[in-house]
């Protein structure tokens, strides 16, 4: 069993990554330059406004990130996939933190909403998800509501994101 902590810092979302955290065939954040934030400022089991738990995480923003080069060219802007991966990476988080065993996978989401976007001049974007649901059986689902602010502005959100847990079974 993981020890949880409350925050995590970049080390430890890389040793995540690297698939050390929750052990071998279980949840792992992608490293860079697929994660997409930086540190995790806040994880509770019984926050946010269900009582099932909250993640908050951050993602410093500079203009040299790889995707302004490439999405589009003389009018750079994150695209929006990316904004909804790094929801769902949080959730996969949230679940193998629990202690959850299985693989992580996003597994959809209801509805997204864009109102903004992310610009080379943007300086911190900040992540929230308040999850909604909980399914701890042979598969382990999460399901949640995603937030993201752009310098404290609301410019994304989601609802009835899904991630599962998928546990190898040998076939």
Known sequence: ???????????????CGRGEMFGSGNAQLPLPPMLMFDRITSITETGGPHGKG?????????PDLWFFACHFKGDPVMPGCLGLDAL????????????????????????????????????KLEYTVDVSRLIRRR???????????????????????RVGLFQDDGK
Do not use: H
Not at 1 to 15: A, F, R, T
Not at 141 to 160: F, M
């Open 139 to 161: 598969l382990v689902l999460g399901c949640g509501e995603g937030t993201l602010r752009a310098d404290g502005e609301v410019i994304y959100t989601t609802r009835d994101m």
């Open 1 to 15: 069993m993981v020890q949880q902590k409350s925050q995590y810092d970049y080390e430890d979302l890389l040793s």
């Open 54 to 62: 909250q993640i908050v995480a951050e993602l410093d923003v500079n």
């Open 88 to 123: 769902w990476q949080m959730l996969g988080f949230f679940l193998g933190w629990l202690g959850e065993p299985g693989r992580g996978r996003a597994l959809g989401v209801g509805e997204v909403k864009f109102t903004g976007m992310v610009t080379p001049e943007v300086t």
